[in-house]
């Protein structure tokens, strides 16, 4: 019986270093014969989220074997640290992660931090540099949040939850908050009256546009916009059971295949119905119907919306959306977080932001960058925006304010902004990039990507462009949906469900223009799916599954997010979170957030696979231990 | 000791596939990790490390899946899978709550397993299993959620199954076409199985009629150390201390393992002489240390004249109905598609 893994594993990684891409004749066939049996790995295991080669299961249960010896021997204490300190990575691959706990379990020879500055000190010198690479919760965690919940599911229990004495002393005000490298100690923000902060700003410059009017040319679209084509899952959480919901859904699929059929008298007609369905229903399938409704009404009357968006419009409502819900301080907690491991060490950072908007990610991880042990870097930001209609200086103005928060935390600062109508107009040679012994590089994209898929060529040239930049680290944030396909209806339906589900989930926010202005935000991006099509189709949404098969073609391999991010992220949820229904899931490195587990955004951290960055230099006290 | 270790862990490893002593000796390292001796339990690591599937109403095999909020207050959520039809190839997903056509269609409502404390309707093993119920008993399957110890004590996860269960029961949807009525069973393995027989009791004192629990592992105890216990203790991948753990978390705080919840025809167990319970399929490993105790929850349907049938597999360890790769497996599988394929 052929087994359909990937029904089961979204987001598994391809086991593209074994199959590589070899084209040859022989090897292709080996390749294709190789795929067939997934390159080796275990069918049942692999189906229940474990990639275990079967030439590997010896070795695998041999580590287990080991990891239990060491567990019997030792007092129940003695293996605590695994589960507080240790931070995991990438449980699906169980023989690298195996390998990591033995790793962390084997005591060091020497120790001079003192018993909490150990592993820290311990896990580099090992040299396990690879993906699976254990860092410590000291040196990596960005936040640390009081976990004082009131998560109304546990109020029952009436107690803490997530109980770990070594956390106490953390404070809420602390967001964007401090970075722990030490657990017991409290920190001091390192005193850098020495050096000056550095406030340098370039004038914006104004990129050229030249992929001005060239739908004539690229229309109907190539294949390459319409995504990677991969075995799709389709999630689906109803939240509303009633009887009107249900007349809705039917109303609105049979609306939307009246227009995929071009029978628009009937989608015409439908469209009047489901609008007098919509004012009987309510909450969140209220307004999604209604949103849908327009876009579709659009679509076949041809109204289509005006595109670009005026940008102090979409900043406002990205604004709120980021107050409303969680969704954008997730994705920039989770992208700092991989961004500050990333910059472990380096002495001079540069982070390049393609999706710059009101710079709300970055004060956070000044801030950690801050308080890092042994001082902060120099900090270099280069944020890309879009135009502004009314001629503003924003991306000017945004940098002004990050130039004074990193002069009240005495961290260097320099800052650049770039307008650019398209992140493909981007040239590696126009950001002044400077040599990577010198300078780290961080790319960070949230929710920016997907557009690029409008124009053939994009992506590719972004993706080049990207890798020019010799980033340590690449950091994406994209939703988690399949609004790319092919099929209009298909597209529709996708993003019904989605919608639907982001709606729902904004029902339990608190405030109410927060709530308004996020739901106009949601819904623009919904009369960009289903009302526009060509180039002006900018919501083109893939799945993780597929950005991973785009990012490895383009040579890039994943960065594995861990526990400590995860758990971070989930008592950033405990605090922040309006509902109960939200949740963090690992999978294959990546971390994705949810709606009652309907996963809706994910974030994914990335290096080009062939560069290496230069090691930190070894203090000269320490010697390399075997 | 590290010498008796090493002898458990070889006998353990010639008693099952390679692979599923992989399986089942990775779970019980991250188990070991997730349980602290305060008794509190490191949920965030827990949810990091379980693998996890989506939802998925592209029928995969036959079979689609989609979640619904039952509750939103406790933040309920059940998935249910049902089978794709030859008519229906490709579910149209503004239908999936259509109404199944059978004449008879078994709706199994699952509760999955973890000790009270581990996994989730989404975890891959459950998805997995589910997913195989439907095809196997031509059923609509309906996993459900439960709240979870420590932080959610009993009755909680009852709480929830009987939720769940008034649930399926007042969806037309779900109604079989031969007599307008849902035709309900119980299902679920170690922790889920516990919950199986509590639900199947609220279900018969509010006269809400389930044709049959099926029990897998069930997750039984009492305060007494039994035979099984004690021989069995560490040698197939559980402790006695691992689960003296577990119902501490999960029974009332002060409460011993002679709480009804964990030993139901204990001497705090009520009698289930006169009750119209429903029948039941109680399947127990020859190799799981506590089975004594599911012996003497047979016993005790046995003794209050309730229909129950007992598989024991004899050289079975917990979890080997996981994967596919045993003669355990393809046995209780038959015997399940049986039981819930006998009433017509």
């Keep these: 019986m052929k087994r359909d893994h990937n029904h089961l594993q979204p987001n598994s990684d391809p086991s593209y270093s074994l199959c590589g891409s070899s084209s040859t004749g022989k090897a292709k066939l080996w390749e294709e014969e190789a795929a067939e049996q997934d390159c080796g790995m275990d069918e049942d295991l692999a189906v229940l989220g474990y990639k275990v080669k079967t030439s590997d299961m010896v070795e695998v249960a041999q580590k287990l074997e080991q990891l239990d010896e060491i567990m019997c021997s030792v007092q129940d204490d003695g293996i605590s640290h695994l589960a507080f300190e240790t931070v995991h990575y990438n449980p699906s691959d169980m023989s690298t992660y195996l390998e990591s706990m033995l790793s962390e379990l084997i005591p060091p020879t020497f120790d001079p931090f003192g018993p909490s500055g150990t592993t820290a000190v311990a896990a580099p010198l090992t040299g396990a540099l690879d993906d699976s690479f254990l860092g410590t919760a000291e040196s990596s965690t960005l936040t640390t949040l009081d976990f004082e919940s009131n998560n109304r599911k546990h109020k029952k229990s009436g107690k803490q939850i997530f109980e770990e004495s070594s956390c106490s002393d953390y404070d809420l005000k602390a967001i964007p908050g401090k970075a722990i490298y030490s657990q017991s100690s409290q920190t001091q923000i390192h005193d850098s009256s020495s050096t000056s902060t550095h406030n340098n700003f370039k004038s914006e410059k104004r990129l050229k546009s030249t992929s001005g009017s060239h739908s004539d040319i690229f229309s109907p679209p190539p294949p390459a916009s319409y995504g990677i084509p991969t075995d799709s899952i389709r999630p689906v959480v109803l939240v509303d059971s009633q009887e009107n919901g249900i007349r809705l859904v039917h109303a609105l699929m049979a609306c939307a295949e009246g227009v995929q059929q071009n029978n628009l008298n009937l989608a015409e007609a439908l469209v009047r119905q489901i609008g007098f369905l919509a004012i009987s229903q309510a909450g969140a399938m209220r307004k999604v119907a209604t949103y849908f409704a327009e876009a579709l009404a659009r679509r076949i009357y041809r109204l289509y919306p005006q595109n670009p968006l005026d940008h102090s419009l979409s900043d406002v409502l990205h604004i709120h959306f980021y107050e409303a819900c969680p969704y954008l301080k997730f994705a920039h907690f989770t992208a700092n977080q991989a961004i500050l491991e990333a910059f472990e060490g380096k002495k001079r950072v540069h982070v390049i932001d393609f999706s710059m908007n009101q710079g709300m990610q970055w004060p956070a991880l000044m801030q950690a960058l801050a308080l890092r042990a042994g001082g902060p870097p120099a900090f270099r930001l280069t944020g890309i925006g879009p135009p502004s209609h009314d001629n503003s200086d924003h991306l000017q103005e945004v940098g002004w304010k990050l130039a004074q928060l990193a002069e009240t935390i005495h961290v260097e600062f320099e800052y650049r902004g770039f307008v650019a109508n398209s992140l493909a107009d981007l040239d590696a040679s126009m950001l002044d990039l400077r040599p990577s012994e010198v300078e780290a590089v961080a790319v960070n994209s949230v929710f920016e990507l997907h557009k690029l898929l409008a124009r053939p060529g994009g992506i590719d040239k972004v993706f080049s462009v990207v890798e020019q930049m010799k980033p340590e680290i690449v950091t994406i944030v994209e939703q988690e949906a399949n609004h790319n396909g092919p099929v209009f209806l298909d597209r529709f339906t996708e993003s019904l469900h989605y919608y639907s589900t982001l709606f729902d989930s904004l029902e339990g926010s608190a405030s109410g223009q927060d709530k308004v202005m996020s739901e106009v935000y949601l819904g623009k991006q919904i009369c960009n799916v289903v009302a526009c099509e060509g180039v002006d189709r900018t919501e083109r949404h893939e799945s993780s599954t597929q950005w991973r098969n785009r990012l490895v073609s383009a040579g890039f391999s994943p960065v594995h997010l861990g526990s400590n991010a995860f758990k971070q992220a989930g008592m950033l949820l405990a605090l922040f979170a309006g509902g109960d229904g939200y949740g963090v899931e690992e999978s294959s490195g990546c971390l994705m957030l949810g709606w009652h587990k309907r996963p809706l955004i994910t974030t994914s951290a990335w290096k080009a696979a062939n560069y290496s960055s230069s090691p930190p230099p070894l203090p000269t006290e320490f010697r390399r231990v075997d | ?344």
């Design chain 2, 1 to 344: 000791m590290a010498r008796s270790n090493e002898v458990n862990l070889n006998e353990c490893k010639m008693v099952v596939p390679l692979n599923t002593w992989v399986l089942i000796s990775n779970f019980k390292l991250a188990y070991n990790l997730l349980r602290r001796p305060d008794g509190t339990f490191n949920r965030h690591l827990a949810e990091f490390l379980d693998r996890k599937v989506p939802a998925n109403a592209n029928p995969v095999d036959g079979v689609f899946s989609f979640d619904v909020l039952i509750d939103r207050g406790t933040s309920l959520l059940s998935r249910i899978y049902r089978p794709a039809t030859a008519e229906e190839p490709q579910p149209n997903v503004a239908e999936l709550e259509k109404p199944v056509t059978a004449e008879v269609v078994p709706v199994i409502i699952f509760f999955h397993g973890g000790s009270f404390a581990h996994s989730s309707a989404n975890s891959a093993i459950y998805d997995t299993l589910c997913r195989r119920l439907v095809g196997l008993c031509k059923a609509v399957v309906l996993s459900v959620n439960y709240r979870r110890a420590p932080e959610n004590r009993y009755p909680c996860a009852y709480d929830d199954g009987w939720t769940a269960l008034k649930w399926v029961n007042s969806r037309p949807w779900l109604q079989s076409q031969k007599d307008s009525k849902v035709h309900i069973y119980l299902a679920g393995d170690s922790s889920g199985g516990n919950i199986v027989h509590h639900v199947a009791l609220r279900a018969m004192e509010s006269g809400t009629h389930v044709l049959g629990n099926i029990l897998l592992n069930p997750m039984f105890g009492g305060q007494e150390r039994t035979e099984s216990e004690q021989r069995l203790d560490g040698k197939y991948f559980v402790t006695l201390r691992d689960r003296d753990w577990y119902w501490r978390a999960y029974l009332p705080e002060g409460e011993d393992r002679d709480h009804h919840a964990c030993n139901p025809f204990g001497p705090n167990g009520r009698s289930l002489e006169g009750i119209k319970f429903p029948k039941s399929l109680v399947v127990v490993a020859g190799l799981d240390l506590i089975q004594d105790w599911q012996l003497a929850y047979v016993e005790g349907l046995k003794k209050a004249d309730q229909e129950v049938k007992l598989l024991y597999m004899e050289q079975a360890t917990i979890g080997f109905y996981l994967l596919p790769n045993n003669n355990h497996f393809h046995t209780v599988m038959d015997e399940i598609s049986k039981f819930v394929g006998s009433d017509c």
